[in-house]
């Protein structure tokens, strides 16, 4: 199975700020990864898909990149609502696997 | 507008079964893949179980459930179906059902979830 590993688990930021999330795969899983927010009492988001893709409707301040296995989401000037639990997921091969998720909190 | 309803949630013994269903308006089921996802209290996202749209359907499941649940669709009812059987104090989760994409299997539209309680 693919293991992905989420980092920082938990990110103290301020409106405004620039953020990264960074998540990195134990193996090649080509462009093959999504980004999703959750809000807790909402049901989760797509926001990112293969990589740097963005979602219809969702605001061009967030962005995705990647640099062999390792895989970034950034978020420019980091707004009230995207205080919310980030997941990063490798959609490359059957187990789907999440990684561990990142709290973005004020 | 695209809606996925889960129902069948509920607070059931260690041992016991449930069938989570997951309605879909709006939706083709037979074209896209589909399948569920959980959250334990307190823990991250797991995935769970996914039925592909290729012709008949593959039917995918995570190792911890693997033997015990069930991933079943009736596109004449555009639903999604879990069978879950001898339940484990550690299935205690919010169930969402989930619709891929247009991409390649990204989890682009979500359900409200259902809430399963495993007793002991």
């Keep these: 199975d693919i293991q992905m590993t989420q980092s920082p688990s938990t990110l103290s930021a301020s409106v405004g700020d620039r953020v990264t999330i960074t998540c990195r795969a134990s193996q090649s ?33 967030f962005s995705g990149s990647a640099s062999g296995t390792e895989f970034i989401l950034t978020i420019n000037s980091l707004q009230p609502d995207d205080f919310a639990t980030y997941y990063c997921q490798q959609v490359y091969s059957y187990p789907l696997t999440f990684g561990g998720g990142t709290k973005v909190e004020i | 507008e695209l809606e996925l309803l889960e129902s069948g949630g509920d607070l059931v013994q260690s041992g016991g079964s449930l069938r989570l269903s997951c309605a879909g308006s709006g939706v083709i089921f037979r074209i896209y893949g589909m399948g569920w996802v959980r959250q334990a209290p307190g ?10 749209s290729t012709a008949g359907g593959t039917t995918y499941y995570s190792a911890s459930v693997k033997g015990r649940f069930v991933i079943s669709r009736d596109t004449s009812k555009n639903t999604l179906y879990l069978q879950i059987n001898n339940l484990r104090v550690e299935d205690t989760a919010m169930y969402y059902c989930v619709r891929y994409g247009e991409g390649y299997r990204e989890l682009a539209y979500w359900g409200q979830g259902t809430q399963v309680t495993v007793s002991s």
């Design chain 1, 29 to 61: 899983i080509s462009n093959l990864l999504a980004w999703y927010q959750h809000r807790p009492g909402r049901a989760p988001k797509l926001l990112i898909y293969k990589t740097s893709s963005l979602r219809s409707g969702v605001p061009s301040r």
């Design chain 2, 43 to 52: 823990k991250g996202l797991e995935w769970v179980s996914s039925f592909t």
